[in-house]
């Protein structure tokens, strides 16, 4: 009696264990499908069939499961949605783990009334600056869209304290992209 009732512990654990696998997999799947449709779907139609998705993966695991009780279902569901509550604070964290800001630095063609001189050592102090600059006269541009680490963002947008600056004769505009 005791080995029966073991077993079926043991099989409930593995399909409670089969629907956190399927809401790990109904994110995977779910969220790039709704974000490659997104041109199509706009809005909060997306987030519709996001969990439109992953309410029919579940349907589908609670047929496959072939249980049909409300008892086993709600466990199942709630089961179910902590992996996805799980899969999307991990996305979260990894995307603010892996967060970039952007330094665009644009040539201006005019004499602002205000701007900030800067210098060879502040461009020491700060070497993704002095990257970026070159990598707009490289490209040949008036512009220059230069992606650094978030920190190193910051440390620059704070550096500048004004949104223009003079470089080598020239006047260039400075926006930090987050």
């Not at 519709?48 to 029919?56: A, N």
């Not at 970039?100 to 201006?108: F, G, M, N």
Request: proline share 2%; hydrophobic share 50%.
């Amino acid at each position: 009696m005791k080995a029966m009732n073991h077993q079926a512990k043991k099989e409930k654990r593995r399909i409670y264990f089969l629907f956190f696998i399927l809401g790990i997999v109904s994110f995977c799947i779910s969220v790039p499908l709704g974000l490659f449709l997104e041109d199509i779907i706009e809005g909060l139609e997306t987030i519709y069939f996001i969990l439109l998705v992953c309410l029919v993966l579940f349907a589908i695991g609670l047929y496959i499961s072939k249980r049909r009780t409300l008892g086993f279902a709600l466990k199942a569901f709630t089961i179910f949605f902590i992996s996805l509550i799980l899969m999307s604070g991990a996305t979260i964290a990894w995307f603010a783990y892996t967060a970039t800001d952007v330094l665009h630095i644009e040539r201006l063609d005019f004499e602002p009334e205000h701007y900030f001189e800067l210098t060879e050592e502040s461009l020491d102090k700060h070497p993704l600056l002095r990257e970026a600059l070159e990598e707009m006269e490289r490209q040949g541009k008036d512009y220059v869209l230069y992606e650094v680490p978030n920190g190193e963002g910051h440390a620059i947008f704070n550096y500048l304290s004004q949104s223009v600056f003079k470089y080598e004769g020239d006047f260039y505009g400075f926006a930090l992209v987050v």
